[in-house]
């Protein structure tokens, strides 16, 4: 199977998501790159899980526990003053869990208004009780 030259060039886009919902920005600094100096995975990661858990906070009302990351894409590399939008739509609603994916934008440093999708993710969310057991959730958000 043959690339094309252009098969690793991202797709940069004039507009940000309608359909989903912004629920964090934030910028990476140098204290967050790793030895080639690109933003580390864990870092994006762990931003991810922040905004995955905004959507499903509303449903949960208390305590919850990310349980799984259903999918994790890192389709390009986060640099350091990127300024990083991160969009979260409700996916599933269980008894106990909510499951929402979160998509990362990337606004270069230098191509302002220019957006370039660097990460994808799913994330599974259950409510938990104090003592760390599932617990059931309402329907509707709060």
């Known amino acids: 199977m043959s690339h094309s030259p252009d098969a690793n ?5 004039k507009s940000l998501p309608t359909d989903m919902e912004l629920v964090l920005k934030v910028i990476p600094m140098p204290a967050d790159c790793n030895a080639n ?39 390009q590399p986060v640099r350091i003053g990127d300024i990083l939008s ?23 440093f230098k191509a302002q208004g220019n957006y370039i999708k660097v990460t994808e993710a799913t994330f599974t969310y ?6 760390g057991r599932p617990r059931p959730i309402a329907a509707t958000p709060a």
């Open 86 to 108: 991160f969009y979260s739509k409700l996916v599933r609603i269980g008894r106990t869990s909510v499951t929402v994916t979160v998509e990362v934008f990337a606004e270069r």
């Open 126 to 131: 259950v409510a938990i009780d104090d003592h």
């Open 37 to 75: 100096g690109d933003i580390f995975g864990g870092w994006v990661m762990a931003q991810c899980d922040l905004a995955g858990s905004v959507i499903p906070a509303r449903y949960t009302l208390g305590r919850m526990a990310t349980v799984a990351v259903n999918e994790f894409v890192f389709k």
């Open 9 to 13: 060039v991202a797709a940069v886009l």
